[in-house]
């Protein structure tokens, strides 16, 4: 969240695996959902992208929870949260909430998202 914040796109690539499968169900314009398979540089630039035009951007994790993906193998863990972003972009107030969900893995001594997934609510 800090690395989105301060608009470091080096800090939030570093957060995903080079092979991370990410995904994001957003909506439209016309109040449809869509559903995007992005590759994580286009995911890491869209995110820094979209932030640099926002002003007034706060953004409340509401709760999150976590769990081994396989019971007693702790070497990768899922994570679930739902998010409530909020601010101006290009003037213009916006609020959505989300839910994102992570699958974390240790790779080099840290743990790095090997999946991700939000949708919009």
Do not use: K, M
Request: proline residues 3%.
């Amino acid at each position: 969240d800090r690395a989105i914040q301060q608009r470091n796109a080096p800090a939030v690539l570093r957060l995903f695996a080079p092979d991370a499968r990410l995904q994001a169900t957003v909506r439209t314009q016309d109040g449809r959902s869509s559903t995007l398979t992005i590759e994580r540089e286009a995911f890491v630039q869209s995110t820094v992208d979209a932030i640099a035009g926002l002003t007034e951007y706060r953004q409340r994790r509401v709760s999150t929870d976590g769990w081994p993906e396989t019971d007693g193998d702790c070497r990768r863990i899922a994570l679930r949260s739902v998010v409530i972003e909020q601010g101006r972009q290009n003037g213009q107030p916006y609020r959505f909430e989300a839910t994102e969900t992570y699958v974390l893995e240790r790779q080099g001594g840290r743990w790095v998202a090997v999946q991700a997934r939000t949708v919009q609510r």
